[in-house]
């Protein structure tokens, strides 16, 4: 029975942010669970749709041994005491645990700390320099992995998400487990090939069921046979100025001409694609009108994609709000705003009172203004609920004081959803869990780029991408990159 050292480090950091990363933020729970340690992860993790869940069902019969999960709402660069202070137990746990066959990391390799731009890739050097070079260490990354040489040479295989909406969190932990089933059967490394993309690509273009994205996702399949075990494709994570910011392509055998040979096939379907990105972004003065005029009988929903917290946005803009009221849009529903103050005043107030706030507005230099109005409660709460939707079901959020106001307006008929810690707006639980069924209204914001798809298109009659105002940029032509490489293109800008 292999023996195997079980660990999760996450952080998508996008180094643009204006909220910081400190070790609270790794400790506290959110969307996901809190810092979790020992034991405790086996039961925590094993019924989410997690990487480090999916391994531990794929692996039951295993001699596992649990270190330390841990997760933060991206942001900006980890802080240098948090990053060593989880390294450290992630290190000594490892070195602590006799007569490993393996490890496997759940991470999300997107990760810069304020020491190093591969945050990942630091930790599994100094994973490596207890275990040494042999010990198989399998690793599992988000979809927006920006994956560097340095991680790729220190770890023993990769496996990544291929789809954002991210469904296969869980399933990709499971594939991690056979790749490392495989290994530890095989007695000696894997033949692999690594290949970086030369172009970046928004996040607001990278969903999988569309295509072009779609058709890298088709490839993959087909590319794995006969002595080539594993092949997967990153798109990256943009709002990254690093070297090895973007997209890149892995894939590991038994053969190295036909390893080679399947990164170089799946490298050209991306340069094959390079042309097809469309311009998919409506401003949200025009995205306003529209909305003020839709007399759909389903729900037309407006992503602030540039405002996804999930991407390091503050969640907190307010140009889209803004441009909704000037529209006179009713039946219009906004989530999720992080503003800890207001969600207090709110609660503290109490259901049925009126409010003068300034709402949202708070976070980075070249910010909105915050939206001063008068605002009635109607609904309170501690922000303790159970997700629904495909992607994080029957996972328990806690959002910390949560409220939903109606902006007090005669020409228009707009509610907001106010919380005091960061999520995407990805569930139609977060509307639902507020006194607001999604399904009727006639318009519904949410500030997220691609993960709503999931749980919001069967609902929407149409579904639009608008640009406002936010630090996580998907226009990326005008972002003032510094250190990526010589031959990377920023397209489609
Ligand atoms: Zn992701």
Redesign the pocket.
């Known amino acids: 029975m292999p023996r195997i050292a079980i660990a999760g480090f996450q952080h ?1 950091t996008n180094t643009f942010s204006p909220l910081p990363t400190h070790l609270e933020h790794f400790e506290q729970a959110d969307s996901w669970p809190g810092l979790t340690t020992g034991d405790d992860i086996l039961s925590v993790f094993a019924d989410i749709n997690i990487p480090i869940g999916g391994f531990m069902k794929a692996t039951k019969d295993w001699d596992l041994v649990p270190i330390i999960w841990a997760s933060a709402e991206p942001g900006a660069p980890v802080s240098s005491s948090a990053f060593d202070t989880i390294a450290e137990k992630i290190v000594s746990g490892i070195a602590n645990a006799n007569s490993l066959d393996g490890v496997f990391l759940d991470l ?1 390799g ?1 990760m810069v700390t304020e020491d190093f731009e591969d945050g990942e890739g630091e930790l599994l050097r100094r994973i490596r320099n207890v275990v040494g070079k042999d010990l198989p260490i399998l690793v599992s990354l ?3 992995a920006n994956i560097t040489p340095q991680l790729f040479e220190l770890a023993s295989a990769i496996v990544i ?1 291929r789809e ?1 909406p ?1 469904l296969d969190m869980a399933q990709t932990g499971a594939r991690a487990a056979d790749l490392l089933d495989m290994l530890i059967d095989r007695g000696k490394p894997f033949a692999k090939a690594f290949r970086q993309v030369p172009y970046l690509i928004p996040l607001s273009s990278q969903a999988t069921q569309a295509a072009p994205i779609r058709f890298i996702y088709e490839t993959i399949p087909t590319l794995i046979n006969g002595s080539v075990c594993s092949a997967d494709a990153a798109c990256g ?1 943009p709002p990254a100025d690093i070297r090895d910011c973007g997209p890149s392509v892995l894939a590991y055998g038994t053969d190295q001409s036909a390893t080679d040979a399947v990164a170089d096939a799946l490298l050209n379907r991306f340069l094959e694609i390079e042309t097809q990105f469309e311009d998919n972004l409506v401003s949200a003065t025009n995205a306003a009108r529209m909305a003020s005029s839709h007399k759909g009988s389903a729900p037309l929903v407006l992503a602030d994609v540039q405002d996804n917290p ?1 991407a390091g946005g503050s969640s907190d803009t307010t140009g889209l709000l803004r441009a909704l009221v000037s529209a006179g849009c009713t039946k219009t529903a906004i989530g999720v705003f992080y503003d800890e103050a207001v969600a207090l005043l709110a609660t503290q107030t109490g259901v049925g009172t009126q409010i003068n706030a300034s709402l949202g507005g708070r976070h980075g230099d070249d910010r909105d203004p915050p939206y001063e109005a008068v605002f009635l409660v109607e609904a309170v709460s501690n922000g303790r609920f159970k997700c629904t939707g495909a992607m994080y079901r029957d996972c328990d959020v806690d959002l910390g004081p949560m409220t939903c106001l109606r902006i007090v307006d005669v020409n228009s008929d707009i509610r907001v959803i106010v919380s005091s810690k960061r999520f995407q707006c990805l569930d139609l639980a977060i509307f639902r869990h507020m006194g607001i069924e999604p399904t009727e209204q006639s318009v519904l914001g949410v500030k997220s780029t691609i ?1 709503f798809m999931d749980d919001f298109h069967p609902i929407a009659e149409k579904i639009v991408l608008v640009e406002a105002k936010g630090s996580h940029p998907c226009r990326l032509g005008s972002v003032a990159y510094k250190s990526l490489r010589d031959d990377v293109r920023i397209v489609p800008a």
């Open positions: 998508e999300h997107a988000d979809f927006h998400f954002y991210h994570f999930g993960h």
